[in-house]
């Protein structure tokens, strides 16, 4: 077990009583003056469905999904048609299709659109590939909160929560969200829903931890595994420190199933403000500091290579600018299918890379209205591992 970053018992003390005397679920105003919701006073919506996004997923954080006696095919090696009806029905066929969620930004945030299918190529292993499908329709999101809240870090809490009831604030009415806690252990406070209140009421029994553990490395790839039959536009938010201490998973297995996961990440550090008033008294010491920067690389990581981006906010007021781009990397997906040129089923990782280019087959050049020209980044998980062939 890490040794523990030793803090002022003043603070600790001042901490304890803020979360004794907590009796607003959140916020009444960010930093830059602006309102936020109260949750618990919100009218909580009639007859609206609290199980799972569709009828085909379920429950699917909260019941854990019967595990196959033997291998199954992975989610985008199959082709799935749904049909419009009272019912959803889906078939297989061995097409190897590969599901790609792409996001085309440019450096100030703002999201390129109308780029079309030619301006896609795809590279598996450094070879191109035929794109089948293109898409850009919006469409609900659905959206796992993974949620640090253990007593190992006191200062943090605050933000954690801040952050957490600001992000189900931001989804809209018709996205689908469930709420997961961990600590020692990975608790579901709340499977997916649609309505914010059962939200906000599954953040607000969170009170006062009673572990000081952070597993985080078994929540999200517990999450992981969880979402990975579900369809359409959907992504992993994780609320944490970024620091693990007891996970039976290691951090390398963590990795390996990310970059294998099609479940974007998209990780908000907690606590940076009052990291940089700790260093900025000298109360930081050199092996804290430490395991706070591997935290940090550690939520980079997981971002990156699921496809997915990290926020470390040092103030308040950056959450509200966070929730939106979250929001808007989801809503602006180009959602791609291509269809692998490589049959072997030998469970190998494949890297991927997905370049935006021209006619003339070069990097595409985009410019902004007075002909000046713009720097973009194309985000996308880094690979997937092939099937493995059933002897």
Not at 123 to 150: N, R, W, Y
Not at 232 to 238: M, N, S
Not at 268 to 295: D, H, K, P
Request: aromatic letters at 10%; glycine letters at 6%.
């Amino acid at each position: 077990m890490r040794k523990k970053t030793a803090y002022p018992t003043t603070l600790l003390l001042g901490a304890l009583v803020f979360l004794t005397a907590w009796s607003m679920p959140a916020p009444a105003q960010y930093s830059d003056g602006s309102e936020q919701a109260q949750p618990a006073e919100r009218p909580r919506p009639a007859a609206v469905p609290q199980s799972g996004p569709n009828r085909s997923v379920g429950e699917t954080v909260a019941v854990p999904r019967e595990r196959p006696t033997r291998p199954t095919p992975r989610a985008e090696e199959r082709v799935r048609e749904n049909v419009e009806s009272d019912e959803t029905f889906r078939f297989s066929t061995e097409v190897d299709l590969v599901n790609l969620s792409v996001v085309v930004q440019d450096r100030n945030g703002n999201f390129i659109p109308e780029l079309k299918k030619e301006h896609f190529r795809i590279l598996e292993d450094g070879k191109p590939q035929q794109i089948q499908t293109i898409a850009t329709s919006e469409a609900p999101i659905t959206v796992a909160m993974v949620i640090e809240f253990s007593s190992r870090y006191w200062e943090f809490l605050y933000q954690t929560l801040y952050a957490s009831y600001g992000f189900v604030q931001s989804l809209r009415p018709e996205d689908w969200v469930a709420v997961v806690m961990y600590d020692l252990k990975t608790q579901i406070l709340q499977d997916f829903t649609r309505n914010k209140s059962a939200a906000f009421d599954a953040l607000n029994s969170m009170r006062i931890p009673g572990f000081s553990e952070t597993n985080m490395f078994d929540a999200l790839t517990d999450t992981i595994d969880r979402m990975q039959d579900i369809e359409g536009k959907k992504a992993i938010v994780l609320i944490s420190s970024g620091v693990d201490t007891f996970s039976k998973t290691r951090y390398d297995q963590a990795l390996k199933i990310v970059q294998g996961s099609d479940t974007p990440v998209y990780a908000i550090g907690t606590g940076q403000a009052v990291r940089m008033w700790y260093e900025s008294r000298g109360y930081m010491s050199s092996l804290g500091n430490l395991e706070f920067l591997q935290a940090d690389n550690q939520l980079r990581s997981f971002a990156r290579l699921s496809g997915g981006r990290s926020y470390l906010p040092r103030f308040e007021g950056q959450f509200p600018e966070i929730y939106a781009d979250i929001s808007a990397a989801l809503r602006n997906e180009y959602q791609i299918a291509y269809s692998s040129n490589n049959p072997t089923k030998d469970g190998k990782f494949r890297k991927i890379k997905v370049e935006i280019v021209g006619p003339d087959g070069k990097a595409l050049k985009i410019v902004d209205p007075k002909g000046k020209e713009i720097k973009y980044e194309v985000r996308h998980r880094e690979g997937y591992y092939a099937a493995r062939a059933v002897e």
